[in-house]
């Protein structure tokens, strides 16, 4: 028997690349850590809202960095430019 | 594997610590011993809690305000850890404050990984072990610790499963990122409008750009009119920096010649008082020789004044002489009379010399009366004294005789010879010589009488004689004192001291009326020089006034003459200027005629330069100052012309600056605002493509789910039946079922129809319920995540003697390696192990 509830294998059945399925894995193990404890759970054994928040957070801490990179630089120039006039 | 565990106040346990062997441990023990404890305490410290204890201080020894356990274990890796975790338990409520630390134990000593004293949480802790040994809580819960009551449940299903093989991970996260997707493409809808904003932008930033362009051509234009402007005023600047020159000069000239009328003005008023001053005095000559003639005068009235003067002195020489003399003999007179009151006064005490004289010689007579009669006492004395140490001496030796008899009245013996005395002659001696006694002793006592009268009266003689003496000497210290003063009279002060005084008054007041005669001339000689004094002065005070006006008349020549020259000058210096500033004004004025200023303009200074011209060879003030005032006037207005130009010019400058500045700010404005929906629309593109990552990542989740629930039922099932044909001595069933919904197990025993099946828990004999659900416990620690060490705590309690100890000793073919923890108390001796361990 081959199989085991190992993330990473499953993941690698998939389309991924490496730092996507690495990415992928650790925030599974992360919200298993959150499953792990009955203080995020309801009684459905689904995660409450703060408990899903936080793994929004972490998602968006993963993969949106990206996004803002240049943004405080900017907004730096920005406010120069402003105190200048 | 676990290697070793200490526990501290940890439930029944104060301090223990256990090694354990990598394999097969048997933990054995009496009831409450605290084997499942060591359980807890690894559950604790892995975790930080322990299923069914809600709080912290449960696990606490009893009193205890502190709980610890340490592990030390081998991870996946092959390196060993050292977990240590502890709790301190505060206060009555006994809340507890947890501290955690794991490091890795390398050949050179332990390094830190994680701890709470450095900030870590534990989630890094619990991911951390994952990592490591392969386990969470639920997989702990789940696949690594069994006990009884856990054995026999798992069989009817457990929901959490899905919890533990990530079925529920994996769809949360699909369901998050599903959110997260959808959230994202509502915003990426905005693109186009975004897109059409920015059009827009671009174009009204073009349209500012060039009003900008036309604002800054205008800005050119005005700046070259002003630039002309300035230049001009600088031309209209030196034509009136020559006409001030002009005025400056003309100025001074002017005052030059109101200076030469002023002066000439002067001389004529000067003459005119030299004519009068020589009509009232005369002239100069004349005034000196009667001042000569007047000063011969005045020479001989001080002659007179001196001789005068001379002759006074000597008189008050003479009389201050005259009153020292008086003063003189007038003290020897005062003295001469206070002696004669002193002599009249001694003279009146004492009396006379002759009376004193007469005294002395009497006193001196009673002297010697007294001195003869203190002779003859002081020899009564001398005798009575003498007499008084006789009869004292005949008294004694008649004292010793009698004595001497009254001691030898018995034998009565002569005191020269020793021949015996006939007493009775003896007592006769004695009648004899005590009448002796008794007359002595009259003798003597009439004798001392006449003694002390002697004494008293030699005393009252002494007592005289000093007195007399003393009154010698009084008297006689008078008479000298008389002597003396008498003396002194005779020889110092005579009869005509009285005369000499008369005298001297007499030519005193003789003397001082020769002064007074003398002095009246002297203020007579006095009267007579002031009044020449007087005279001459007047004289000198005419000679002066003349020399005054003569200084005044040469003078005003001389200042009149300067005047003259400076007038000279100044007409030549104005001449100059003027030819200068024609020059200057026609040179420019041809700058001006290429500029194309209006010709009335400069036909004026035209005109103004050929009368320029003309002053030069007619000089008049008059028309200097005409042409003076018209160039000013015309310098002032064609300035005041540009200057007011040139403000308007200003004034249009600052406003298309401040026009341009209003554009750039548009533009700048357009630019930050096209720079943002720029960047707007590239983080919408951003996520655009997130959103798609997203949605691929959902699909990633929501497959995974779906492969992990098909797989996990068919591979347990089949993990169930092997695990249990190896526990079991028997070989009971065909097959075994997962219900995927709910994970409860069903089995077909052997000989059944393999379409028919039981559910487990309900299948008949409790030896036979937990054998299957030791293999399904078994099962799960396999299949979900290798368990590194399995806890096994009394599994066995309903099985029968037989099946319980060959179950237990085949455990760790069982469990394929996997490091074994079995806590019993029953038959410990038959179950063969690696290691036994005693609580």
Redesign the interface.
Same mark, same amino acid.
């Given at each position: 028997?081959s &199989?085991?509830? =190992?993330?990473s294998e499953?993941?690698t059945? &998939?389309e !991924?690349s490496e730092r996507e399925r690495s990415n !992928?894995a650790r925030? *599974?193990? /992360?919200? =298993? *850590?959150? /499953?792990?404890?009955e203080t995020n759970l309801t009684k459905t054994? =689904?995660?409450v809202k703060g408990a899903?928040e936080k !793994?929004?957070e972490r998602?968006?801490e993963m *993969? @949106?960095s990206?996004?803002?990179e240049? @943004?405080s630089i @900017?907004a730096e120039e @920005?406010f120069m430019e402003e105190k200048g006039q | 594997m676990i290697q070793s565990i200490r526990v501290k106040n940890f439930r029944k346990h104060e301090d223990l610590t256990l090694d354990f062997d990598e394999k097969f441990n048997l933990i054995h023990g009496r009831n409450n011993a605290g084997k499942s404890t060591l359980f807890y305490g690894i559950e604790y410290c892995l975790f930080g809690n322990v299923q069914g204890f809600k709080k912290i201080a449960q696990l606490a020894k009893f009193k205890k305000n502190a709980v610890g356990v340490q592990l030390i274990f081998h991870g996946k890796d092959g390196n060993t850890y050292k977990l240590q975790r502890m709790h301190k338990l505060k206060g009555k409520s006994k809340s507890a404050q947890g501290f955690y630390t794991l490091k890795k134990i390398t050949d050179v000593g332990e390094v830190y990984l994680l701890s709470s004293d450095h900030g870590n949480r534990e989630e890094d802790l619990s991911l951390k072990i994952n990592q490591i040994l392969g386990i969470s809580k639920r997989f702990f819960e789940t696949g690594v610790h069994f006990y009884q009551g856990s054995v026999s449940d798992i069989l009817s299903g457990d929901k959490k499963l899905d919890i533990v093989f990530g079925i529920k991970s994996a769809i949360a996260l699909a369901d998050v990122f599903k959110d997260k997707a959808l959230e994202f493409e509502r915003e990426i809808k905005n693109i186009p409008v975004f897109e059409s904003n920015l059009t827009q932008s671009k174009s009204e930033k073009e349209e500012y750009r060039k009003k900008l362009s036309s604002q800054e051509k205008q800005q050119a234009t005005i700046n070259e009119d002003i630039k002309t402007k300035e230049n001009e005023l600088k031309t209209f600047e030196t034509f009136k920096s020559s006409s001030e020159t002009l005025s400056d000069v003309v100025l001074q000239f002017e005052n030059k010649k109101r200076a030469l009328d002023d002066i000439k003005l002067k001389e004529e008023v000067i003459a005119k008082e030299k004519e009068d001053t020589i009509n009232k005095f005369g002239m100069k000559s004349s005034i000196e020789k009667s001042l000569a003639l007047d000063k011969k005068s005045l020479d001989e009235v001080k002659k007179k004044l001196e001789i005068s003067e001379k002759q006074i002195e000597a008189i008050q020489q003479q009389i201050r002489k005259l009153e020292k003399d008086k003063v003189e003999t007038e003290t020897l007179l005062g003295q001469k009379k206070k002696l004669s009151e002193e002599l009249d006064a001694i003279v009146k005490d004492v009396g006379g010399k002759e009376d004193l004289e007469k005294k002395l010689t009497a006193q001196k007579k009673d002297s010697k009366d007294i001195s003869k009669k203190l002779a003859t006492l002081e020899k009564k004395n001398e005798e009575l004294q003498k007499f008084f140490r006789d009869i004292e001496r005949e008294k004694g030796d008649i004292e010793g005789i009698l004595t001497r008899r009254e001691q030898s009245k018995g034998k009565p013996i002569c005191e020269y010879c020793g021949a015996p005395i006939d007493p009775a002659k003896i007592k006769d001696e004695i009648k004899q010589f005590k009448a002796k006694l008794t007359k002595i002793d009259e003798d003597i006592n009439s004798n001392e009488k006449k003694s002390a009268d002697i004494k008293s009266e030699l005393l009252q003689l002494r007592e005289d004689e000093k007195a007399i003496e003393n009154s010698i000497n009084k008297i006689t210290a008078n008479i000298e004192k008389i002597e003396n003063l008498s003396n002194a009279l005779e020889t110092s002060y005579g009869e005509e001291l009285d005369t000499k005084l008369d005298g001297l008054k007499d030519s005193i007041i003789k003397e001082e009326s020769k002064l007074e005669s003398e002095k009246k001339n002297l203020t007579i000689f006095r009267q007579k020089e002031q009044e020449q004094l007087k005279k001459m002065n007047e004289f000198q005070s005419q000679i002066e006034k003349i020399d005054e006006i003569e200084v005044k008349v040469s003078k005003i020549q001389d200042e009149l003459e300067d005047i003259q020259t400076q007038f000279s000058e100044g007409k030549d210096n104005l001449l100059e200027t003027i030819k200068r500033a024609k020059t200057q004004i026609s040179e420019n004025l041809k700058v001006i005629k290429k500029k194309g200023n209006e010709e009335s303009f400069t036909t004026y200074f035209e005109k103004l330069i050929v009368r320029m011209g003309d002053i030069t060879e007619n000089f008049s003030l008059k028309e200097i100052q005409s042409i003076k005032d018209d160039l000013k006037e015309l310098v002032v207005k064609k300035l005041t012309e540009i200057s007011t130009s040139l403000s308007h010019l200003t004034e249009q400058k600052d406003q298309i600056l401040t026009e341009i500045e209003e554009t750039k700010d548009h533009v700048k404005r357009l630019d930050r605002q096209i720079a943002n929906t720029e960047k707007e629309i590239q983080i919408l593109h951003k996520k655009e493509t997130i959103a798609e990552r997203y949605r691929s990542y959902q699909n990633v989740f929501k497959d995974a789910q779906s492969i992990i629930r098909e797989n996990a039922s068919s591979i347990l099932e089949e993990k169930i039946l092997e695990m249990h044909k190896n526990l079991s001595t028997t070989d009971e069933f065909d097959k075994v079922f997962i219900d995927s919904n709910d994970y409860s197990l069903s089995v077909t025993p052997k000989g059944l129809d393999m379409n028919e099946s039981y559910p487990a828990a309900l299948y008949e004999g409790g030896g036979h319920r937990l054998m299957l659900g030791l293999s399904y416990k078994f099962s799960l620690g396999k299949v979900i995540g290798d368990a590194p060490f399995l806890l096994i705590d009394e599994p066995t309690e309903f099985m029968d003697v037989e099946n319980r100890v060959n179950l237990l000793s085949n455990l760790p073919t069982i469990a394929e390696g996997t490091q074994i923890l079995l806590i019993t108390h029953q038959d410990v001796d038959k179950i063969q192990c690696d290691k036994r361990i005693g609580i």
């Open positions: 028997m &199989f085991k509830f =190992n993330i499953i993941l059945g &998939f !991924l !992928l925030l *599974f193990d /992360y919200t =298993n *850590f959150l /499953y792990d404890d054994f =689904n995660l899903r !793994l929004m998602i968006s *993969f @949106e990206d996004l803002f240049d @943004e @900017e @920005e | -």
